[in-house]
């Protein structure tokens, strides 16, 4: 979907359709997308997420192969929803301690 704010939003989706939504702003009423709203709404989970994967990244230097830059993120990533489901399922861990635990688990897994 294409959309006209201050500036051209180009969004994708698989579960929105071009629904519109009555928001008040300010003193009158204006539509906007239901896809921009959702988004909107939940865009703070990610600058999170960006923000605490910075800390704890696995490749911080530029390197040739960016398939191996991918891999990475992707599994920053996967660990990062880890934790989240952690901490709501009631973890007391800091990302840290959870990522130090993690690692040992593997470790002891996988050692031979």
């Known amino acids: 979907m294409k959309w ?14 071009t629904e519109m939504e009555q928001i008040q702003v ?5 539509e906007k997308p239901k896809i921009v709203m959702d988004y909107n709404n ?8 960006d923000q605490n994967l910075k800390s704890f990244e696995i490749i911080k230097k530029r390197g040739k192969k960016c398939y191996r830059k991918i891999f990475f993120h992707i599994f920053d990533i996967a660990v990062w929803n ?6 709501k399922n009631g973890g007391k861990n800091t990302q840290l301690e959870f990522r130090l635990v993690l ?3 593997v470790i002891e897994k996988y050692h031979s």
């Open 4 to 17: 006209m704010d201050k500036k051209k939003v180009s969004l994708l989706s698989t579960i929105h359709s």
């Open 26 to 30: 300010r003193s009158e009423m204006k």
């Open 42 to 49: 939940t865009m703070g989970g990610v600058d999170r997420m």
């Open 82 to 87: 880890s934790y989240v489901v952690y901490r």
């Open 103 to 105: 690692i040992d688990r």
